[in-house]
């Protein structure tokens, strides 16, 4: 079956960056278009970028300029790099299926200071 990892979340201050990494398995990666999700406490999961099979991608506008989404297909994983955090992007990150969905994986936390 579909499994999903997440890595990179960590603590960090108010403008500083991180990159996430989303391994994906069971699954045919590459004909796939993936998504980033997020949720913080009390709110629901929302979409924050995605990219097609063909390496387009797409941005909220909450992180548009300031969040990147990217594929390596040959190591089956996602990546999103995020700079200039705010403490608004705290939240559990969460990749999968940008237009249908598979089981989702644990996430991985992060926390930005202010």
């Known amino acids: 079956q579909v499994r999903l990892v997440e890595s990179g979340g960590g603590l960090v201050q108010a403008g500083g960056s991180l990159r996430l990494s989303c391994a994906a398995s069971g699954m045919i990666f590459s004909i796939v278009a993936m998504g980033w999700y997020r949720q913080a406490p009390g709110k629901q999961r929302e979409l924050v970028a995605s990219i097609t099979a063909y390496g387009i991608t797409n941005y909220a506008d909450f992180v548009k300029g300031r969040f990147t989404i990217s594929r390596d297909n040959g190591k089956n994983t996602v990546y999103l790099q995020m700079n200039s955090l705010k403490p608004e992007d705290t939240a559990v990150y969460y990749c999968?299926?940008?237009?249908?969905?598979?089981?989702w994986g644990q996430g991985t936390q992060v926390t930005v200071s202010s």
């Open positions: 999968n299926g940008a237009r249908s969905q598979y089981s």
